[in-house]
């Protein structure tokens, strides 16, 4: 009888002493999921690294400066790496009696063409004047005409865009175009005759891709024949450029 009750003592012990190691073993688990857990939870909680604000661009005293600022900005847009600057409540503020943008980019309304999104720019850098095929109508002029004389930007960009619709337009035929809304017509006779040299024997894709750069040209000589422009381009106060987005890499592509 005694060595029974030894023996149902040394299995209650032994039962005890197992139901001890899974507990500790169980509670191991458990701090380890825990500290996991918590882990990828402060992770997921931690936020971005913000950058800081850029300084003001009212430094840049170049017409130079002003385009670097810009291929620099771009360079960041294609490699994802933007820097979201002068987008803060107290930048705003500060721009609500005054405005100092350093460039002005005469730019295509296509949706797929965000001028200072792609130039990576914020609130208050940039003139932008958006027009379907980014033509130099009166009112797109007369617009870029009061950045340069009141806002005295010394840079003006025209950004043309491959696919651009309004080009593409453009190119078809007389009959084509005469299908159009007036309107659109008159959009159109800005940009036909910047498209005369192209060889219409060439694939459609071809024709249009010419067609922007050469639509790009038009605007520019546009601008640079502007009495008004003119005479502050010789004074060496203004520069006129064109540029080409493209919509698949996100680079600008400046012309010589």
Not at 27 to 41: M, P
Not at 86 to 99: G, M
Not at 127 to 150: C, K, M
Not at 160 to 167: K, T
Request: aromatic share 2%; net charge negative; with cysteine.
């Amino acid at each position: 009888m005694e060595q029974i009750s030894s023996n149902n003592r040394n299995l209650r012990t032994i039962c005890l002493l197992a139901a001890l190691c899974i507990s500790l073993s169980l509670c191991s688990c458990k701090t380890e999921q825990s500290t996991e857990l918590s882990r990828t939870a402060n992770n997921q909680s931690t936020p971005p690294t913000i950058q800081p604000e850029p300084e003001d661009h009212e430094a840049t005293n170049s017409d130079d400066d002003a385009l670097s600022l810009l291929q620099q900005g771009n360079e960041r847009f294609v490699q994802g790496h933007l820097r979201h600057g002068h987008e803060s409540a107290d930048r705003r503020q500060k721009l609500v009696d005054e405005q100092h943008p350093f460039a002005t980019v005469l730019s295509c309304s296509d949706s797929r063409v965000p001028t200072e999104l792609l130039f990576d720019q914020g609130i208050g850098d940039l003139f932008v004047v958006r027009v379907a095929g980014n033509v130099t109508a009166p009112d797109d002029l007369g617009s870029i005409e009061y950045a340069v004389h009141h806002l005295h930007t010394r840079l003006v960009v025209v950004l043309g865009h491959e696919n651009c619709g309004a080009v593409t337009a453009a190119l078809g035929s007389a009959d084509e175009r005469s299908k159009e809304p007036k309107e659109i017509q008159g959009l159109l006779a800005f940009i036909v005759p910047s498209l005369k040299n192209i060889d219409p024997k060439l694939p459609v894709a071809e024709r249009v891709s010419q067609g922007v750069e050469a639509n790009v040209r038009a605007s520019v000589q546009n601008l640079q024949d502007s009495p008004d422009l003119k005479k502050i381009i010789a004074e060496g106060q203004l520069k006129i450029v064109g540029g080409v987005y493209d919509l698949e890499t996100g680079k600008v592509r400046m012309l010589n």
